[in-house]
């Protein structure tokens, strides 16, 4: 079965990570799925939603690693990546998230550019980007402290602190917070919920609220510039070392 699932439901698009074993770590393969199901949605009009969710108690535990570190010999983030966030800061129609469980790294960030995020109440958001001597990415850098305040952001990207439900709730990321046998069916709700208001004023409305799009690409520009002198830092390559340590 293949590692993205893309249903069509009426006017719905569910993209779904289904890669339980591995708790739903991105490959660039996966990267490159998702791109495509988002920006194929700018030619149909007849898909006036999308929902992002994982598959067994696991949202996203981030990069999976032996794609990242492949990835990194090169010196920065993977064009797969880069599109996906491209495509994410590009799209203009609503994303819903269905979250339960680990969203790590990217597994958060991605949840900034949703406009109704539905969270189980065992899901956990983290970004370790910093301890790893990296850099945050996907413009979280711009837009968490515009939707949660520098503090906040600044605990979450930089500090590492991880967020429940209950707080990532209080601090705007999440609208909603079930029980995780109900997440699926609220975040399939939400969507069509949105789904059934008219779409071109959907759009029209989201695009103002959001502002200009090349905004959040050139910061996500920006941080893949930074990320990349980091990535080749000996901050990172000492984390890497350690963490790698553990691993064995």
């Known amino acids: 079965m293949p590692d993205i699932l893309v249903t069509d439901d009426g006017p719905v698009r569910t993209v779904r990570m289904n890669r339980p074993k591995k708790k739903n770590a991105l490959t660039l393969a996966m990267y490159a799925a998702m791109a495509e199901a988002i920006e194929e949605c700018g030619g149909r009009p007849d898909i006036h939603c999308l929902l992002l969710a994982g598959s067994e108690g696991a949202f996203c535990a981030g990069n999976d690693l032996n794609d990242f570190l492949q990835a990194s010999k090169g010196g920065g983030l993977a064009p797969q990546a880069l599109r996906f966030l491209h495509a994410l800061a590009r799209n203009e129609t609503p994303l819903v998230a269905a979250v339960s469980g680990p969203a790590v790294g990217v597994g958060t960030t991605v ?3 949703c406009d109704h995020v539905v969270a189980a109440d065992n899901a956990v958001l983290s970004t370790p980007f910093v301890a790893l001597g990296l850099t945050p990415e996907a413009a979280s850098t711009l837009i ?20 429940t439900a209950a707080a990532a709730r209080e601090a705007g990321i999440v609208n909603t917070v079930v029980a995780p046998g109900e997440l699926d069916a609220a975040a399939r709700a939400a969507a069509q919920k949105i789904a059934g208001l008219p779409p071109a004023g959907v759009r029209a409305a989201r695009v ?5 799009s090349e905004e959040i690409v050139a910061r996500i520009d920006e941080e893949a510039a930074e990320f990349k002198k980091r990535l080749a830092s000996k901050e990172a390559q000492a984390a890497f070392a350690a963490f790698l340590d553990r691993k064995k």
């Not at 515009?146 to 990207?157: D, E, V």
């Not at 103002?208 to 200009?212: E, I």
């Open 208 to 212: 103002l609220m959001r502002g200009a």
């Open 111 to 113: 949840l900034l550019h």
């Open 144 to 163: 968490a402290p515009r939707l949660m305040g520098h503090a906040r952001a600044f605990s979450l990207l930089v500090m590492g602190k991880p967020l």
